[in-house]
């Protein structure tokens, strides 16, 4: 009988010698001295002696130690040996576990010859234990050789050597992970006994089981799987070895994320199979028991944890919602994970561990009050101080929402809850309250439709049909007729339908009957479930502002979230969703391309993804009465999808019926709305309007455009639009639109507020479409003048302005005025922009000239020689004088506009000094303030011409900017100065403070165009930022939210140019700032708005040493509390807190304000929050030092008050004894030194007694009528009271006295 085999804890243990009398290696064979011919017959020989002999021969010493020596060098092996090997030894255990099952069965005594079943018993044990061992050790060895990767190397060789043996090491450790864990179900108790089984048997099993699972590519085999999940539940659960496994299965946790679900499929398997959930059980005790600061110590620990809870709560929800009791106190952990996953549990537990309701009612109740405090937790953690928690228990309600496990009753606290997290501070719990409004719209249990007016329509109906039936039903429950008790569940769902209904129906409807439900009950549950519904309807519909913010936010998920809940919203026809879809558009414009994207992918869906009418009538109605920022927006929309092919040429056609009116009930405003789209979509496609020029022409300036006014602008754009092609038509046969075109300028037939948009786009359309349009502008300027100077009467202006110019002139209509000045100015900019295309197209023709000549010389002249050639022409500037001919041909092109040629001038030029003076006569603009708008919008373009023309009337519009009452004027001025800035910045630098000063206007319209300007031209390196940079500043507060948002948008785009310019201006704004006139918080509002902007480390540093030196400069204490917060409000690195230490001496007279000391304390408290514990200690000594100083210098202070205080009071009583030894020459100023005399307050709580004053003041005091009275005003003031005296007591007085001192000198 073979002596009994303990498992040893390492392979080769078993070739030490042990005391103790067990199976022990004796002669292991040296593998690597073999050659393979000798390798290979060993292997046969082993693999013949375990397959010829019995199945306990694995016992034998010689065996034994040869199985030994091949599994200790297995790697050495080739891919055939090892399937040989492996395959004899899974086999001989295959055929084992059976014989197990036998020994039961064999008589207690055995027959003569045979065994004894005691023996038996033994072999059978020790056979399981040894093939175990080296099937497990195999396992082991190959995993660790494949995750090095050179078994699988050998593996492929061998595959490709020799293809007979199919060595799949997956599909033999699955066969072995699962013949260990078959031996484990066996009924082992006939090995080991009645009593437990082996412990070093199992723990060697559990050990390899849990080092198996430490292997993430392993765990991805299904089957090995499942077998090592069988191998850990069956040692936990059938063999009573929970806590062990317990610990085990918790470290492999905590080190590997991987293991979490697999760990917890294998405890959910086990407590299914053995119907026994001790082991799950104990996990989760075990959990809970342990430390929350333990798991902020191990965040990947706890996230683990996490993930196994999570699974374990999906496929076991049963058993954990008996258990979770005891995970709910780390709620009060400080590890957000665990917070995370808990609520992910309950999520899962109130979806699917009360489904079923089985059980009396009591177990029915105990679990409902379970399933409520789970809901109450999860809503309280909405609130959590984490924002991932936050965000996880709004996607765990979105969950619920998913899986309809939220009630009716819940479910608008739930909504409530959402909206309130839209203005998180948070981004990413905002995104899940978004998704949380989007899953409760797709999933409410109201209804397709949510609008209000409908909800309220149905609900009054339905109530008052309530209220009939209370009185005159004597029960309840009884139905009020035999066919409404059949009808219930239908009528129901035809109630939610008819409070869907549009709201012209509900109107057609209004007198209709309603559908009958059946009895008093089901009424009373459906006007609940209305008026649930009308206030989810409310909830979201209020909504809506909050979500037109979100649109504006920095955050791009905010945005593409925002804009698919609109879109639900839409779909749900909640009020007010149509309206704020709209002001998506402008956010085409966004650098952000997913938020770019989310808009056109929106717009296509709502919109486009329609039939082609019924597209078309969708963009006629966003483009009608859109404004100009959102027209411009679906602009780029249109044309974008035009290029794209989303919008088809059905569509088109579509919109060409609705401009032509083919289509029955079109208005003018739709006509023109078409146009407008199909100039659109004419940007990225010429071609569309080509084929309908003659229906633009007579539609868009016919007698429809006397009923639209703004179709004939439209027109206008159209055909600006023109391609080349049908320019080049409408140039030969275009007199007839031309005619138009003049007419429709100068004749004024247009309304006054639409024919100047119109006449703008009509002067464009001329210099884009006409041949020669400077010879049709001077026709178009003629024409206008003769129509203006040639009438007389009406609204006229006298002609002061001008006499020297125009005085054949007496009067002259102003509006008409005002229109020929606005015609004037408007040719003179189109004409040097028509100059400035033309010197474009001569130098690209130039270009292309020097070219071909290029290439034709490289073809005819050696490379060479064409080199030298360009040298030579190069050296002589023979390109360039070129370049400057041309140039000097535009600078007096531009200049003839206005200042003329050298001899004359021309027509503008003549209209520009009338203009001038006209301007200059602001009390006769002051009665027009219409003309006084166009002559100065013409002035302005005039000087944007010409820079000599702009120096002589710069003073005027500044001038014109700051005095003149119309804001309007005003507005234009401060728009048309940014113009000039970036035309002439030499002529408007000396004027930056003047600009600066715009931003202090009281009109809200000049003040945003003021901070619009500054920000186009600082941002765009057109200005450089000057010491007036502070006006911007205070902008930030503002009392206009648009201003105040510009103004952070300013600073906000600064602080991304180079290094961040808000550095280096900070303390110059702190300075100014101080200086200036504003409310403290407004100042603490704009520095702290100011620092944030601020992010690198090294800058903050250097702030720290400039705001402590600007200490030094400054004796006002409110300079001092100023710096101090700016300070407060700086992120200290170790290197600034020691910079603030270094510079003490700074600062250290300022430490005695309490305000100034509370600033530092803050500072103190903001570091020993993130501060490193060496570093502490020093923190410790700097707060300790500030202390002492701030005391020594309170105290200090309060002894120089009393000192002075004591000083002016002996000074006053050294002068009231000086009076009184003066006589009476000085009883004047005795009586003018008691009614002056003032103790200062801050003297402290002292009384004077007048048996502490002389004698001879007290006699004084006596005979005067003039008394100082001491009284205590407060804790430590003191209030010298002197009161009126009047001049005949004094006079009195003096009497008395001079007649007292005479008595004494006659005494003497």
Same mark, same amino acid.
């Given at each position: 009988?073979?002596?009994?085999?303990?498992?040893?804890?390492?392979?080769?243990?078993?070739?030490?010698?042990?005391?103790?009398?067990?199976?022990?290696?004796?002669?292991?064979?040296?593998?690597?001295?073999?050659?393979?011919?000798?390798?290979?017959?060993?292997?046969?020989?082993?693999?013949?002696?375990?397959?010829?002999?019995?199945?306990?021969?694995?016992?034998?010493?010689?065996?034994?130690? %040869?199985?030994?020596?091949?599994?200790?060098?297995?790697?050495?092996?080739?891919?055939?040996?090892?399937?040989?090997?492996?395959?004899?030894?899974?086999?001989?255990?295959?055929?084992?576990?059976?014989?197990?099952?036998?020994?039961?069965?064999?008589?207690?005594?055995?027959?003569?010859?045979?065994?004894?079943?005691?023996?038996?018993?033994?072999?059978?044990?020790?056979?399981?234990?040894?093939?175990?061992?080296?099937?497990?050790?195999?396992?082991?060895?190959?995993?660790?050789?494949?995750?090095?990767?050179?078994?699988?190397?050998?593996?492929?060789?061998?595959?490709?050597?020799?293809?007979?043996?199919?060595?799949?090491?997956?599909?033999?450790?699955?066969?072995?992970?699962?013949?260990?864990?078959?031996?484990?179900?066996?009924?082992?108790?006939?090995?080991?006994?009645?009593?437990?089984?082996?412990?070093?048997?199992?723990?060697?099993? =559990?050990?390899?089981?849990?080092?198996?699972?430490?292997?993430?590519?392993?765990?991805?085999?299904?089957?090995?799987?499942?077998?090592?999940?069988?191998?850990?539940?069956?040692?936990?659960?059938?063999?009573?070895?929970?806590?062990?496994?317990?610990?085990?299965?918790?470290?492999?946790?905590?080190?590997?994320?991987?293991?979490?679900?697999?760990?917890?499929?294998?405890?959910?398997?086990?407590?299914?199979?053995?119907?026994?959930?001790?082991?799950?059980?104990?996990?989760?005790?075990?959990?809970? %028991?342990?430390?929350?600061?333990?798991?902020?110590?191990?965040?990947?620990?706890?996230?683990?944890?996490?993930?196994?809870?999570?699974?374990?709560?999906?496929?076991?929800?049963?058993?954990?919602?008996?258990?979770? *009791?005891?995970?709910?106190?780390?709620?009060?952990?400080?590890?957000?994970?665990?917070?995370?996953?808990?609520?992910?549990?309950?999520?899962?537990?109130?979806?699917?561990?009360?489904?079923?309701?089985?059980?009396?009612?009591?177990?029915?109740?105990?679990?409902?009050?379970?399933?409520?405090?789970?809901?109450?937790?999860?809503?309280? /953690?909405?609130?959590?101080?984490?924002?991932?928690?936050?965000?996880?228990?709004?996607?765990?309600?979105?969950?619920?929402?998913?899986?309809?496990?939220?009630?009716?009753?819940?479910?608008?606290?739930?909504?409530?809850?959402?909206?309130?997290?839209?203005?998180?501070?948070?981004?990413?719990? /905002?995104?899940?309250?978004?998704?949380?409004?989007?899953?409760?719209?797709?999933?409410?249990?109201?209804?397709?439709?949510?609008?209000?007016?409908?909800?309220?329509?149905?609900?009054?109906?339905?109530?008052?049909?309530?209220?009939?039936?209370?009185?005159?039903?004597?029960?309840?429950?009884?139905?009020?007729?035999?066919?409404?008790?059949?009808?219930?569940?239908?009528?129901?769902?035809?109630?939610?339908?008819? =409070?869907?209904?549009?709201?012209?129906?509900?109107?057609?409807?209004?007198?209709?009957?309603?559908?009958?439900?059946?009895?008093?009950?089901?009424?009373?549950?459906?006007?609940?479930?209305?008026?649930?519904?009308?206030?989810?309807?409310?909830?979201?519909?209020?909504?809506?502002?909050?979500?037109?913010?979100?649109?504006?936010?920095?955050?791009?998920?905010?945005?593409?979230?925002?804009?698919?809940?609109?879109? /639900?919203?839409?779909?749900?026809?909640?009020?007010?969703?149509?309206?704020?879809? /709209?002001?998506?558009?402008?956010?085409?414009?966004?650098?952000?391309?997913?938020?770019?994207?989310?808009?056109?992918?929106?717009?296509?869906?709502?919109?486009?993804?329609?039939?082609?009418?019924?597209?078309?009538?969708?963009?006629?109605?966003?483009?009608?009465?859109?404004?100009?920022?959102?027209?411009?927006?679906?602009?780029? +929309?249109?044309?974008?999808?035009?290029?794209?092919?989303?919008?088809?040429?059905?569509?088109?056609?579509?919109?060409?019926?609705?401009?032509?009116?083919?289509?029955?009930?079109?208005?003018?405003?739709?006509?023109?709305?078409?146009?407008?789209?199909?100039?659109?979509?004419?940007?990225?496609?010429?071609?569309?309007?080509?084929?309908?020029?003659?229906?633009?022409?007579?539609?868009?300036?016919?007698?429809?455009?006397?009923?639209?006014?703004?179709?004939?602008?439209?027109?206008?754009?159209?055909?600006?639009?023109?391609?080349?092609?049908?320019?080049?038509?409408?140039?030969?046969?275009?007199? %007839?639109?031309?005619?138009?075109?003049? =007419?429709?300028?100068?004749?004024?037939?247009?309304?006054?507020?639409?024919?100047?948009?119109?006449?703008?786009?009509?002067?464009?359309?001329?210099?884009?479409?006409?041949?020669?349009?400077?010879?049709?502008?001077?026709?178009?300027?003629?024409?206008?003048?003769?129509?203006?100077?040639?009438?007389?009467?009406?609204?006229?202006?006298?002609?002061?302005?001008?006499?020297?110019?125009?005085?054949?002139?007496?009067?002259?209509?102003?509006?008409?005025?005002? %229109?020929?000045?606005?015609?004037?100015?408007?040719?003179?900019?189109?004409?040097?922009?028509?100059?400035?295309?033309?010197?474009?197209?001569?130098?690209?023709?130039?270009?292309?000239?020097?070219?071909?000549?290029?290439?034709?010389?490289?073809?005819?002249?050696?490379?060479?020689?064409?080199?030298?050639?360009?040298?030579?022409?190069?050296?002589?500037?023979?390109?360039?004088?070129?370049?400057?001919?041309?140039?000097?041909?535009?600078?007096?092109?531009?200049?003839?506009?206005?200042?003329?040629?050298?001899?004359?001038?021309?027509?503008?030029?003549?209209?520009?000094?009338?203009?001038?003076?006209?301007?200059?006569?602001?009390?006769?603009?002051?009665?027009?303030?219409?003309?006084?708008?166009?002559?100065?919008?013409?002035?302005?373009?005039?000087?944007?011409?010409?820079?000599?023309?702009?120096?002589?009337?710069?003073?005027?519009?500044?001038?014109?900017?700051?005095?003149?009452?119309?804001?309007?004027?005003?507005?234009?001025?401060?728009?048309?100065?940014?113009?000039?800035?970036?035309?002439?910045?030499?002529?408007?630098?000396?004027?930056?403070?003047?600009?600066?000063?715009?931003?202090?206007?009281?009109?809200?319209?000049?003040?945003?165009?003021?901070?619009?300007?500054?920000?186009?031209?600082? +941002?765009?390196?057109?200005?450089?930022?000057?010491?007036?940079?502070?006006?911007?500043?205070?902008?930030?507060?503002?009392?206009?939210?648009?201003?105040?948002?510009?103004?952070?948008?300013?600073?906000?785009?600064?602080?991304?140019?180079?290094?961040?310019?808000?550095?280096?201006?900070?303390?110059?704004?702190? *300075?100014?700032?101080?200086?200036?006139?504003?409310?403290?918080?407004?100042?603490?509002?704009?520095?702290?708005?100011?620092?944030?902007?601020?992010?690198?480390?090294?800058?903050?540093?250097?702030?720290?040493?400039?705001?402590?030196?600007?200490?030094?400069?400054?004796?006002?204490?409110?300079?001092?509390?100023?710096?101090?917060?700016?300070?407060?409000?700086?992120?200290?690195?170790?290197?600034?807190?020691?910079?603030?230490?270094?510079?003490?001496?700074?600062?250290?007279?300022?430490?005695?304000?309490?305000?100034?000391?509370?600033?530092?304390?803050?500072?103190?408290?903001?570091?020993?929050?993130?501060?490193?514990?060496?570093?502490?200690?020093?923190?410790?000594?700097?707060?300790?030092?500030?202390?002492?100083?701030?005391?020594?210098?309170?105290?200090?202070?309060?002894?120089?008050?009393?000192?002075?205080?004591?000083?002016?009071?002996?000074?006053?009583?050294?002068?009231?004894?000086?009076?009184?030894?003066?006589?009476?020459?000085?009883?004047?100023?005795?009586?003018?030194?008691?009614?002056?005399?003032?103790?200062?307050?801050?003297?402290?709580?002292?009384?004077?007694?007048?048996?502490?004053?002389?004698?001879?003041?007290?006699?004084?005091?006596?005979?005067?009528?003039?008394?100082?009275?001491?009284?205590?005003?407060?804790?430590?003031?003191?209030?010298?009271? =002197?009161?009126?005296?009047?001049?005949?007591?004094?006079?009195?007085?003096?009497?008395?006295?001079?007649?007292?001192?005479?008595?004494?000198?006659?005494?003497?």
């Amino acid at each position: 009988m073979a002596p009994p085999f303990f498992f040893p804890s390492d392979l080769k243990d078993l070739e030490e010698e042990s005391d103790e009398h067990c199976l022990r290696v004796e002669s292991a064979v040296q593998i690597s001295s073999l050659r393979p011919a000798e390798l290979e017959e060993l292997v046969k020989g082993v693999a013949f002696d375990l397959s010829d002999k019995e199945l306990f021969c694995i016992e034998e010493q010689d065996l034994f130690d %040869r199985i030994y020596s091949l599994v200790r060098d297995f790697s050495r092996l080739s891919p055939s040996l090892k399937f040989n090997l492996v395959e004899t030894l899974r086999s001989n255990l295959s055929v084992l576990l059976p014989n197990v099952d036998s020994l039961s069965r064999a008589p207690e005594q055995a027959p003569c010859g045979e065994t004894p079943i005691a023996e038996r018993i033994t072999s059978h044990r020790n056979a399981l234990k040894i093939y175990s061992f080296f099937l497990l050790t195999i396992a082991l060895k190959e995993e660790s050789s494949n995750e090095t990767g050179g078994s699988s190397k050998v593996a492929v060789q061998g595959r490709r050597k020799n293809p007979g043996y199919s060595w799949n090491w997956e599909v033999q450790r699955s066969r072995i992970v699962n013949l260990i864990a078959n031996s484990l179900e066996i009924n082992l108790s006939l090995l080991f006994g009645s009593t437990e089984t082996d412990e070093n048997y199992l723990s060697f099993i =559990s050990k390899c089981g849990f080092a198996l699972y430490e292997n993430q590519n392993l765990l991805k085999d299904e089957d090995t799987r499942n077998a090592l999940g069988r191998i850990i539940g069956t040692i936990a659960t059938k063999h009573h070895r929970i806590d062990q496994t317990c610990v085990s299965i918790l470290n492999l946790i905590h080190k590997f994320d991987f293991a979490a679900p697999h760990i917890a499929e294998a405890v959910a398997a086990a407590e299914k199979k053995f119907g026994d959930g001790s082991l799950a059980v104990a996990l989760i005790r075990e959990i809970g %028991r342990t430390d929350p600061k333990d798991y902020v110590r191990d965040g990947v620990g706890a996230e683990n944890v996490g993930r196994f809870l999570i699974e374990m709560a999906h496929l076991s929800p049963k058993l954990v919602s008996t258990n979770v *009791g005891v995970l709910v106190p780390h709620f009060g952990g400080d590890s957000y994970k665990i917070r995370n996953a808990l609520v992910a549990v309950l999520g899962k537990l109130v979806a699917l561990a009360y489904r079923d309701v089985e059980g009396d009612m009591s177990s029915k109740a105990l679990r409902l009050r379970g399933k409520q405090a789970m809901l109450e937790i999860l809503i309280e /953690r909405c609130r959590d101080v984490s924002a991932y928690t936050r965000s996880r228990v709004l996607q765990v309600w979105a969950e619920l929402c998913e899986q309809n496990s939220v009630s009716i009753g819940l479910w608008n606290e739930v909504a409530s809850i959402a909206s309130g997290r839209l203005g998180d501070k948070s981004a990413m719990v /905002r995104k899940s309250a978004l998704n949380l409004l989007i899953t409760m719209l797709q999933h409410n249990p109201f209804g397709p439709q949510l609008r209000i007016a409908a909800f309220e329509a149905t609900l009054e109906k339905y109530k008052e049909k309530l209220h009939g039936m209370e009185p005159s039903c004597p029960s309840e429950d009884a139905p009020k007729d035999d066919a409404e008790t059949g009808e219930v569940v239908e009528e129901q769902q035809e109630s939610v339908s008819d =409070s869907c209904l549009p709201c012209s129906e509900e109107q057609k409807e209004s007198n209709a009957t309603i559908p009958d439900i059946g009895n008093l009950e089901q009424i009373r549950a459906l006007v609940a479930s209305l008026e649930a519904g009308l206030r989810f309807s409310r909830c979201i519909t209020s909504l809506m502002p909050t979500l037109v913010q979100l649109l504006a936010s920095s955050s791009a998920t905010d945005v593409e979230n925002t804009i698919l809940l609109l879109m /639900r919203c839409r779909q749900f026809q909640i009020d007010g969703s149509e309206e704020c879809l /709209r002001r998506m558009l402008p956010l085409v414009f966004s650098q952000d391309k997913s938020i770019y994207e989310a808009v056109e992918n929106a717009f296509i869906t709502i919109y486009i993804r329609k039939s082609p009418m019924e597209t078309a009538k969708n963009l006629l109605s966003v483009a009608i009465g859109s404004s100009i920022g959102d027209l411009a927006a679906l602009e780029c +929309l249109i044309s974008s999808l035009v290029s794209k092919g989303e919008i088809s040429s059905s569509t088109i056609s579509a919109l060409w019926d609705f401009f032509s009116f083919n289509v029955n009930g079109v208005v003018a405003v739709q006509s023109r709305g078409a146009l407008s789209i199909l100039c659109m979509a004419a940007k990225s496609s010429p071609s569309i309007l080509g084929a309908h020029l003659q229906d633009i022409i007579d539609i868009g300036f016919g007698r429809w455009a006397k009923e639209e006014p703004l179709l004939a602008r439209t027109a206008c754009v159209a055909l600006e639009r023109l391609s080349e092609e049908d320019k080049e038509k409408l140039r030969s046969t275009g007199s %007839r639109v031309f005619g138009i075109l003049q =007419s429709l300028i100068t004749d004024f037939w247009l309304p006054e507020n639409i024919w100047y948009a119109a006449a703008d786009k009509a002067i464009s359309t001329i210099y884009s479409v006409h041949p020669t349009p400077e010879i049709f502008a001077v026709n178009v300027v003629k024409r206008s003048l003769s129509s203006v100077f040639s009438c007389k009467g009406g609204d006229e202006v006298s002609n002061g302005a001008g006499e020297e110019s125009i005085n054949f002139l007496s009067t002259m209509p102003a509006a008409k005025l005002g %229109r020929f000045l606005f015609i004037t100015s408007h040719i003179a900019l189109n004409q040097l922009v028509y100059i400035e295309s033309c010197i474009r197209k001569i130098t690209k023709q130039k270009g292309k000239k020097e070219k071909l000549d290029s290439l034709s010389e490289a073809v005819h002249v050696h490379p060479t020689e064409a080199t030298e050639v360009q040298g030579i022409n190069d050296e002589l500037g023979l390109g360039a004088s070129v370049d400057a001919l041309i140039d000097s041909l535009a600078e007096r092109a531009e200049r003839e506009i206005v200042s003329g040629g050298s001899v004359e001038k021309y027509l503008i030029g003549y209209c520009a000094p009338f203009l001038s003076k006209l301007c200059r006569n602001l009390n006769l603009m002051q009665k027009f303030p219409q003309l006084q708008a166009s002559a100065m919008l013409a002035l302005c373009r005039l000087m944007i011409i010409d820079s000599h023309f702009c120096e002589a009337n710069l003073q005027l519009l500044f001038t014109v900017a700051e005095s003149t009452p119309s804001e309007t004027v005003r507005s234009n001025c401060t728009v048309a100065l940014g113009d000039l800035a970036v035309r002439f910045p030499n002529l408007l630098e000396p004027w930056t403070e003047y600009m600066y000063a715009r931003l202090q206007d009281p009109s809200v319209s000049v003040r945003k165009n003021a901070v619009l300007v500054l920000s186009h031209l600082i +941002l765009n390196d057109m200005m450089k930022v000057k010491g007036y940079i502070n006006e911007m500043a205070v902008c930030i507060e503002d009392a206009d939210e648009r201003i105040s948002s510009l103004a952070k948008l300013f600073f906000h785009e600064l602080s991304k140019k180079g290094s961040n310019p808000i550095y280096n201006l900070l303390p110059d704004i702190l *300075g100014r700032l101080c200086n200036q006139n504003l409310k403290e918080e407004s100042f603490c509002n704009i520095m702290q708005f100011l620092i944030s902007s601020i992010k690198k480390d090294r800058q903050m540093e250097a702030l720290v040493e400039k705001l402590c030196n600007r200490f030094t400069g400054v004796t006002d204490v409110r300079q001092w509390e100023y710096i101090a917060y700016c300070l407060s409000q700086l992120s200290f690195s170790e290197k600034g807190l020691k910079k603030l230490i270094e510079y003490f001496k700074a600062y250290e007279h300022t430490l005695s304000e309490e305000s100034v000391m509370n600033h530092f304390r803050s500072i103190i408290a903001k570091c020993k929050k993130f501060a490193k514990p060496e570093f502490k200690a020093c923190i410790e000594e700097f707060d300790e030092k500030l202390s002492k100083i701030h005391m020594e210098r309170k105290d200090q202070e309060i002894t120089a008050r009393n000192a002075l205080a004591h000083q002016q009071k002996i000074g006053t009583l050294e002068g009231l004894l000086m009076n009184d030894r003066g006589g009476g020459n000085n009883n004047e100023n005795l009586s003018e030194d008691e009614t002056d005399g003032v103790v200062n307050p801050s003297m402290g709580r002292k009384i004077i007694k007048k048996e502490n004053l002389p004698d001879m003041n007290d006699t004084r005091s006596e005979q005067s009528c003039v008394s100082s009275v001491v009284t205590e005003a407060e804790a430590d003031d003191m209030e010298v009271q =002197s009161p009126k005296t009047s001049r005949k007591g004094i006079l009195k007085s003096r009497t008395k006295k001079s007649r007292g001192l005479a008595t004494a000198r006659s005494h003497r």
